[in-house]
């Protein structure tokens, strides 16, 4: 059915959604896009399904918004680019929403786009040995649509500290900016993540998907107002000399031109 992610589900209701572009570091594509929102409207209307986990394959968890797909957006019109922009916001509120607990198993590294992913998951678990960074000022563009969730996971105070500088970071600081709740050895993860899915096995399904639309409503508003300024930003930023600039630079593999690092 999929082609840039797999979905299975076990006995017990438990899905698991995996990221699967391993060769592309499960760098989000404009297909794995709208197959990660179709998922979350399958899995978010399955009454069989009492949680989800959300994982990569291969050695990186995601690396962001693909490449090409950033560079096919400066050479759209405006109105695609919207499109484009508004396509990816609404598979992370999708994700964000699902009425079913959303368990990030982080195996590897998490960039960018990758970084929103574990945002919107309730509760995200990571190997110890991972690195995570909002790279996108690196190329001359912003975490726009992500944005709302880093915020809402890690407050403004400490998103200061990493949403700007593109700084990578490891999992221990991960944890402490609030991104992971944990770091474990990756022979631990599985179990790490069982230990989160098993409480909900005993809680009443409709309860629980209560509970989390309640407790989204209580925390910082993510609305189509914010959602449509995201958009905003995110489309104003891709029309900018910065943006092209540090696109072109990583395919012709040199440093754009602001780049004075030694």
Same mark, same amino acid.
């Given at each position: ?9 076990? *006995? ?20 794995? /896009? ?68 959303? /368990? ?39 975490? *726009? ?37 944990? *770091? ?10 069982? *230990? ?30 914010? /959602? ?35």
């Amino acid at each position: 059915m999929f082609q840039t992610i797999s979905v299975t589900t076990d *006995a017990r209701g438990v899905a698991t959604l995996t990221l699967d572009r391993a060769e592309k570091h499960n760098a989000m594509s404009a297909l794995m /896009i709208a197959e990660l929102t179709q998922a979350a409207a399958q899995l978010g209307a399955d009454d069989t399904v009492r949680a989800v986990v959300l994982t990569g394959a291969g050695q990186t968890f995601c690396a962001g918004g693909d490449l090409g797909w950033m560079r096919d957006q400066m050479a759209a019109d405006p109105d695609t680019r919207f499109v484009e922009a508004r396509k990816l916001a609404e598979m992370l509120q999708a994700l964000n929403t699902l009425p079913k607990p959303l /368990i990030g198993a982080l195996q590897g590294n998490a960039f960018g786009g990758g970084v929103g992913l574990a945002s919107v998951c309730d509760v995200a678990i990571g190997v110890e040995t991972l690195k995570m960074g909002l790279t996108e000022t690196r190329l001359g563009l912003i975490p *726009a649509t992500i944005g709302p969730y880093v915020i809402a996971r890690m407050g403004e105070a400490r998103a200061r500290r990493v949403f700007m500088s593109a700084r990578l970071f490891d999992a221990g600081e991960a944890v402490g900016l609030g991104l992971l709740v944990r *770091a474990v050895p990756a022979s631990d993860l599985a179990d790490a993540v069982e *230990a989160e899915v098993l409480p909900y096995l005993s809680c009443a399904p409709g309860a629980v998907a209560s509970a989390k639309g309640l407790v989204r409503t209580l925390g910082p508003r993510i609305d189509d107002a914010v /959602i449509d300024q995201t958009i905003r930003a995110l489309v104003n930023r891709w029309e900018t000399d910065e943006a092209r600039e540090g696109i072109d630079a990583f395919f012709d593999k040199r440093k754009p031109a602001w780049n004075s690092k030694v």
